[in-house]
């Protein structure tokens, strides 16, 4: 593992939850507000995580069918136990190997993901193996190089400024393509029509510092992967300077930016 991906830990479900959850459950509802899938489809979800997409899709597109992967057990075994409605089935899988035919699923769709996959020309070209012709293909990213999700790059930038090293584990550093014109050049090289690309923005609200602070302390991601590989002394500066540079105002709110995108398979 490079040295820019030791913190991806993703596989801790109710940390993830404390984390991310609240605001992936944001994300999603807008996502397939946006999206206007057609009903009674047979859809495919790459990176179920906690269930927060898959729990959009259900309440809002009316799907015939959600078969809803994930390379982590924990991740499956947390969806599978929060989601009960029987047209779902929890798989650990891969995005570069997913189970289903060719030429089976109306929808394939992902959420706050691809930018995980190490081969996302891969990926892209494996979502349209398993699409019908003119079917849906479908995710979101952080806008990660536009500022992306506020209370992360917050952390970040705190960071760097007691451990320089850190400006290469933030996510902006790390996954640059996650802009309008790098995600239409992805969807172009993978031979995908009717592109459309949108942003969408949430506001992110903290309660006090505390409440900002502690899920960074719970180990699950990038920002608390790296938070918790410190040392007693450096997570109590790195605590300090963040709550400095936030200020004294409670409650603390931060805006968090995605790109979502909707594209056809050829055929």
């Given at each position: 593992?490079?040295?820019?991906?030791?913190?991806?830990?993703?596989?801790a479900?109710?940390?993830?939850?404390?984390?991310?959850?609240?605001?992936?459950?944001l994300?999603?509802?807008?996502?397939?507000a946006?999206?206007?899938p057609?009903?009674?489809?047979?859809?495919?979800?790459?990176?179920?995580?906690?269930?927060?997409?898959?729990?959009a899709?259900?309440?809002?597109?009316?799907?015939?069918?959600?078969?809803?992967?994930?390379?982590?057990a924990?991740?499956?075994?947390?969806?599978?136990k929060a989601?009960?409605?029987?047209?779902?089935?929890?798989?650990?899988?891969?995005?570069?190997?997913?189970?289903?035919?060719?030429?089976?699923?109306?929808?394939?769709?992902?959420?706050?993901?691809?930018?995980f996959v190490?081969?996302?020309?891969?990926?892209?070209?494996?979502?349209?193996?398993?699409?019908?012709?003119?079917?849906?293909?479908?995710?979101y990213?952080?806008?990660y190089?536009?500022?992306?999700?506020?209370?992360?790059?917050?952390?970040?930038?705190?960071?760097?400024?007691?451990?320089?090293?850190?400006?290469?584990?933030?996510?902006?550093?790390?996954?640059p393509?996650?802009?309008?014109?790098?995600?239409?050049?992805?969807?172009?090289?993978?031979?995908?029509?009717?592109?459309?690309?949108?942003?969408?923005?949430?506001?992110?609200?903290?309660?006090?510092?505390?409440?900002?602070w502690?899920?960074?302390?719970?180990?699950?991601?990038p920002?608390?992967?790296?938070?918790?590989?410190?040392?007693?002394?450096q997570r109590?500066?790195?605590?300090?300077r963040l709550?400095?540079?936030?200020?004294?105002?409670?409650?603390?709110?931060?805006?968090?930016?995605?790109w979502?995108?909707?594209?056809?398979r050829?055929?």
């Amino acid at each position: 593992m490079s040295g820019s991906a030791a913190f991806d830990a993703w596989s801790a479900g109710n940390s993830y939850e404390h984390y991310m959850g609240r605001w992936s459950r944001l994300v999603a509802t807008k996502f397939v507000a946006w999206l206007s899938p057609p009903e009674q489809a047979a859809w495919l979800e790459i990176g179920c995580g906690t269930g927060a997409l898959t729990a959009a899709v259900l309440s809002a597109a009316a799907p015939r069918s959600i078969l809803s992967i994930d390379p982590s057990a924990d991740f499956v075994a947390h969806a599978r136990k929060a989601i009960g409605d029987g047209r779902v089935r929890f798989e650990v899988a891969d995005a570069l190997n997913l189970p289903a035919e060719p030429a089976s699923i109306d929808v394939v769709t992902s959420g706050l993901v691809l930018n995980f996959v190490p081969d996302r020309p891969a990926a892209l070209a494996e979502m349209q193996r398993v699409l019908k012709p003119g079917g849906l293909l479908s995710f979101y990213v952080w806008d990660y190089p536009g500022g992306g999700i506020g209370f992360i790059r917050q952390f970040w930038q705190a960071a760097i400024t007691i451990d320089p090293a850190a400006a290469e584990l933030g996510e902006g550093k790390r996954f640059p393509f996650c802009t309008r014109e790098g995600l239409l050049a992805l969807c172009q090289e993978a031979g995908l029509r009717d592109i459309a690309i949108a942003p969408m923005e949430i506001e992110t609200r903290f309660a006090d510092f505390e409440a900002f602070w502690q899920p960074f302390t719970l180990g699950a991601g990038p920002a608390p992967g790296y938070c918790m590989s410190l040392n007693e002394y450096q997570r109590a500066k790195l605590k300090a300077r963040l709550a400095e540079r936030l200020g004294s105002t409670e409650p603390i709110e931060l805006l968090a930016r995605a790109w979502m995108v909707r594209a056809n398979r050829q055929g």
